[in-house]
């Protein structure tokens, strides 16, 4: 009798640890998986914002405000009131800025779009 329930609890232990080796290793599998998952997401998903950073980088527009004229300004200012005075500069000047104005429009419409985009891939 001592033998069978020897033998019985022998059969019941090993059954136990091996079971915890499986559930262990499944569970380490099934981890692996949801890692491999998420890292594939998150890839997906900063490469879709690094394109966005990338089209707001090229939608920036330098102004004139930006732009110094140095240190010697008052050596510049003849310069100034010539290109003031031509009108021929202004009007190629006021098209530009319009054409600016309309493809900064576009941009931004097409950025809302991504950002819309992103915001339904995210929630």
Do not use: P
Not at 92 to 120: C, F, P, Y
């Amino acid at each position: 009798m001592r033998d069978t329930m020897a033998q019985t609890r022998f059969d019941s232990i090993s059954k136990y640890s091996n079971d915890s080796l499986l559930v262990r290793g499944n569970e380490i599998a099934s981890l692996k998986r949801r890692v491999k998952k998420l890292e594939k997401k998150n890839m997906s998903r900063t490469h879709e914002l690094k394109r966005l950073y990338k089209v707001g980088l090229t939608a920036r527009v330098e102004s004139s405000d930006e732009e110094s004229l140095g240190e010697d300004a008052s050596k510049q200012e003849r310069r100034i009131d010539a290109i003031d005075q031509d009108e021929d500069i202004t009007l190629l000047w006021s098209t530009a800025m319009a054409k600016t104005i309309n493809g900064e429009a576009q941009i931004h419409a097409r950025v809302d779009g991504k950002k819309d985009k992103l915001r339904k891939v995210l929630a």
